[in-house]
């Protein structure tokens, strides 16, 4: 059983930054594949990001790419969502997902394909 824990979220400007983090416990942490999602209100949960545990290969949704960075320390079990040039429509609850091994590549942008959902920390762009 892994629990993922997020954290960072908060209120920030529009073109502002800020650092969300997953932290997943257990020992095979390096094998982990972690994913992060939102969602807005009245909306369906999107993809976000994502880092394979194997090769570590990184994952973007369109609407995030070049502005938003994933990367994982395997030695402190933590993976960053660092999020840049913010604009209101990343204004959302986002939630960190973990599943062990690697997905095949046509679902790792699916939420079917994690196992384990942290409870979410939300995120408030103001313009």
């Known amino acids: 059983q892994v629990q993922p824990a997020e954290a960072g979220g908060g209120l920030v400007q529009a073109g502002g930054s800020l650092r969300l983090s997953c932290v997943a416990p257990?020992?095979?942490?390096?094998?982990?594949?972690l994913a992060w999602f939102r969602q807005a209100p009245g909306t369906e949960r999107e993809f976000v990001a994502a880092?394979?545990?194997?090769?570590?290969?990184?994952y973007y949704a369109d609407s995030v790419k070049g502005r938003f960075i994933l990367s994982r320390d395997n030695a402190k079990n933590i993976v960053y969502l660092q999020m840049n040039n913010l604009t209101s429509e990343d204004t959302a609850v986002y939630y960190c997902?973990?599943?062990?091994?690697?997905?095949?590549?046509?679902?790792?942008?699916?939420?079917?394909?994690?196992?384990?959902w942290g409870q979410g920390t939300q995120v408030t762009v103001a313009s």
């Open positions: 997902a973990v599943t062990y091994g690697s997905p095949i590549l046509t679902m790792v942008r699916r939420s079917e394909a994690y196992e384990y």
């Open positions: 880092v394979r545990g194997s090769g570590g290969s990184t």
């Open positions: 257990g020992e095979s942490f390096r094998r982990f594949s």
